[in-house]
T-cell receptor, first 112, second 115 residues
Framework: DSGVTQTPKHLITATGQRVTLRCSPR?????VYWYQQSLDQGLQFLIQ???????AKGNILERFSAQQFPDLHSELNLSSLELGDSALYFC???????????FGEGSRLTVL | AQSVTQLGSHLSVSEGALVLLRCNYS??????LFWYVQYPNQGLQLLLK??????LVKGINGFEAEFKKSETSFHLTKPSAHMSDAAEYFC?????????????FGDGTTLTVKP
């Protein structure tokens, strides 16, 4: 158990819909990262927050947004969903702004 | 800028054989280097990490890796493969100190262990 909690574990939705993925980091970790894992693109970094502020942005689509709340949990919002958005979405946390990451078990999104 | 290249997307070894997973990195600053393992339907978990100090790093499950600055490599080895080692392995690099930030991952290498 990494201490990082992600919900929901599985989500099935239709194209055009919007979903929210939730992540609770390990106790004491200030950084939260979101990654997308798909068969064709591997593990792609989406975005990082540190203590509520956005710190780094990766290959995140404009249809996607995220935020980190004062209690340090984070949400990833995916809108106008397309078939290609079907993937595993991982949240990870770390103590500081870098270093080793602790991953949650992921949220598997299926867009039909 | 930083990047990671893992040589070979698949590796198949026999049980008891040497495991060698190759990783080369590029980084404009002194790097932190990591190996993660992902078992089916699970998240990634840390196998080992290099930050500073000794260049030979020992991790969990009998794995170790050696940081070679001159070769910009951080290859992962295990002397004797076990069936339970079958998984996907990811090498990652991040900046250190004031350059700390997001980790960049390689494309992963899937290890198959044959009985």
């Amino acid at each position: 158990d990494s201490g990082v909690t992600q919900t929901p574990k599985h989500l099935i939705t239709a194209t055009g819909q919007r979903v929210t993925l939730r992540c609770s980091p390990r106790s004491g970790d200030l950084s939260v990262y979101w990654y997308q894992q798909s068969l064709d693109q591997g593990l792609q970094f989406l975005i990082q927050y540190y203590n509520g502020e956005e710190r780094a942005k990766g290959n995140i689509l404009e249809r996607f947004s995220a935020q980190q709340f004062p209690d340090l949990h984070s949400e990833l919002n995916l809108s106008s969903l397309e078939l290609g958005d079907s993937a595993l979405y991982f949240c990870a946390s770390s103590v500081g702004r870098g270093g080793e990451l602790f991953f949650g078990e992921g949220s598997r999104l299926t867009v039909l | 800028a930083q990047s990671v290249t893992q040589l070979g997307s698949h590796l198949s070894v026999s049980e008891g054989a040497l495991v060698l997973l190759r990783c080369n990195y590029s980084s404009s600053v002194p790097p932190y280097l990591f190996w993660y393992v992902q078992y089916p339907n699970q998240g990634l978990q840390l196998l080992l990490k290099y930050t500073t100090g000794a260049t030979l790093v020992k991790g969990i499950n009998g794995f170790e890796a050696e940081f070679k600055k001159s070769e910009t490599s951080f290859h992962l080895t295990k002397p004797s493969a076990h069936m339970s080692d079958a998984a996907e392995y990811f090498c990652a690099v991040s900046g250190s100190g004031t350059n700390a930030g997001k980790s960049t991952f390689g494309d992963g290498t899937t290890l198959t262990v044959k009985p």
